[in-house]
């Protein structure tokens, strides 16, 4: 059980183009997700956390109208890399938490490359 | 939150008790430790984690000392999968279960 996707895998865009990655949480319902950042040979850094319905709480330096998130319901959550710039190439990695456990799921990661 | 210590990177042979060290000497009362590892290219993965009490799954063991000012990780016959970025956490027992990774420590399996 508690099992996290992520679609895409990796992707690779243009300059200027956005990028949509689904997180989705298959056998169980999750009340918070997380989106974290992570570059080559570095930690994860959260981006986001975001509850289902409710609007994400950014962290410190991560622009909200670039990295858009969307938690329309208990099993989805949606991170839109708008106006994709070289610098936003990364590993990205989202999580869900249930309601009452600590313990967070992690997604397989989705790798972004942008040319 | 409070603060962890690693090491860097440790190898151990395959087949014996992998010990991985964390610090924690800021640790308050109502904090959990966590352990996480990650395999290269993949996602995290939750190890297990305690209060106060050792802790055991099919998995790992975990040793927190009596002061709770460290624990140990023991994978008890480490394999070549094993191989990973293990991350020690600190968090809150109640709370936005935000989770804030350090460097970790990066364990290699000899085979």
């Known amino acids: 059980g508690a099992v996290v996707s992520q679609h895409p895998s990796w992707v690779i865009c243009k300059s200027g183009t956005s990028v949509k990655i689904e997180c989705r949480s298959l056998?169980?319902?999750?009340?918070?997700m997380f989106w974290y950042r992570q570059f080559p040979k570095q930690s994860l850094m959260l981006m986001a956390t975001?509850?289902?319905?409710?609007?994400?709480?950014?962290e410190q330096g991560v622009e909200k109208d670039k990295f858009l998130i969307n938690h329309a319901s208990l099993t989805l959550s949606t991170l839109t890399v708008t106006s994709a710039h070289p610098e936003d190439s990364s590993f990205y990695i989202c999580s869900a938490a249930t309601g009452g456990i600590y313990e967070q799921y992690f997604g397989p990661g989705t790798r972004l490359t942008v040319t | 939150d409070a603060k962890t210590t690693q090491p860097p990177s440790m190898d151990c042979a395959e087949g014996r008790a992998a010990n991985l060290p964390c610090n924690h000497s800021?640790?308050?009362?109502?904090?959990?430790v966590y352990w996480y590892r990650q395999i290269h290219s993949q996602g995290p993965q939750y190890i297990i984690h305690?209060?106060?009490n050792n802790e055991t799954n099919e998995m790992a063991s975990l040793i927190i000392t009596e002061d709770r000012k460290s624990s140990t990780l023991i994978l008890p016959h480490a394999t070549l999968r094993d191989t990973a970025v293990y991350y020690c956490?600190?968090?809150?027992?109640?709370?936005?279960?935000?989770?804030?990774f350090g460097t970790g420590t990066r364990l290699t399996i000899i085979p």
């Open positions: 056998d169980f319902q999750a009340t918070t």
């Open positions: 975001s509850n289902e319905g409710s609007k994400a709480t950014y």
């Open positions: 305690g209060l106060k």
């Open positions: 800021t640790i308050s009362g109502n904090e959990y």
């Open positions: 956490i600190v968090i809150p027992r109640f709370g936005n279960e935000k989770l804030t």
